[in-house]
């Protein structure tokens, strides 16, 4: 167990819908970053929060958005869903900026 | 904008055999940080080994070692004595020591042990 939590493991859905991907962090640490892994483009890097606050943005979509909340845990809200966003999607958190990443096991996520 | 090249797609070798996983990293600053991680066919990413950019002694843990060379912006790994459990794929990444602390992955080695 790596200390960060993603929820669901695995997700089927359909498209044009809209899901919620769940993190936590590992105890302590203030920055999550979501990342999304697909076959054909590797590990693409999405967004990242720090205490609460949005800190980077990646190759994200307008369809996606994210929020740190409080409690420091993070969800990944994906709307209007295609196809090709069927993927890995993980989630890493860092207790500084970035010192070390501890990765989640990921949430697979299917769109049919 | 830093880069990072694995271009060994695949590798596929026999148990017991050694193994060269080859990271070529492309950067502007002096300071920066080098991760390699594991996933395991079950899919989640394990963190191997983090170098700064200003410590170049290789390192060796157990059967894992590792070979950073300034010189020629590398940081390969080797399995020495490989075992099919090392069956993955490997990606190496970098990250920078200022700026938004984003690290940057290649597109990963998947490595194949056969037994």
Redesign the interface.
């Known amino acids: 167990d ?1 200390g960060v939590t993603q929820t669901p493991k695995h997700l089927i859905t359909a498209t044009g819908q809209r899901v919620t991907l769940r993190c936590s962090p590992r105890s302590g640490d203030l ?1 999550v ?1 979501w ?1 999304q892994q697909s076959l054909d483009q ?2 693409q ?1 999405l967004i ?1 929060y720090y205490n609460g606050e949005e ?2 943005k ?1 190759n994200i979509l307008e369809r996606f958005s994210a929020q740190q909340f409080p409690d420091l845990h993070s969800e990944l809200n994906l709307s209007s869903l295609e196809l090709g966003d069927s993927a ?1 999607y ?1 989630c ?1 958190s ?1 207790a500084s ?10 949430t ?1 996520l299917t769109v049919v | 904008a830093q880069k990072v090249t694995q271009a060994q797609t695949e590798i596929s070798v026999v148990e017991k055999e050694d193994v060269t996983l080859d990271c070529v990293y492309e950067t502007r600053d002096t300071t920066y ?1 080098l ?1 390699w ?1 594991k996933q395991p066919p ?6 191997l080994i ?1 170098r700064n950019s200003f410590d170049e002694q290789n390192e060796i843990s157990g059967r894992y070692s590792w070979n950073f060379q300034k010189s020629t912006s590398s940081f390969n790994f080797t399995i020495t004595a490989s075992q099919v459990v090392d069956s993955a794929v490997y ?1 190496c990444a970098l ?1 920078l020591s200022g700026g ?9 080695t998947s490595l194949i042990v056969h037994p």
């Open positions: 790596s920055s970053y990342y590797g590990l890097f990242q800190r980077a990646g890995l993980f890493a860092s900026q970035g010192y070390g990443y501890t990765f989640g096991s990921g697979r | 940080y991760f991680y079950s899919g989640e990413l394990v963190f983090r990606f990250r938004s602390y984003i690290p940057t992955f290649g597109r990963g």
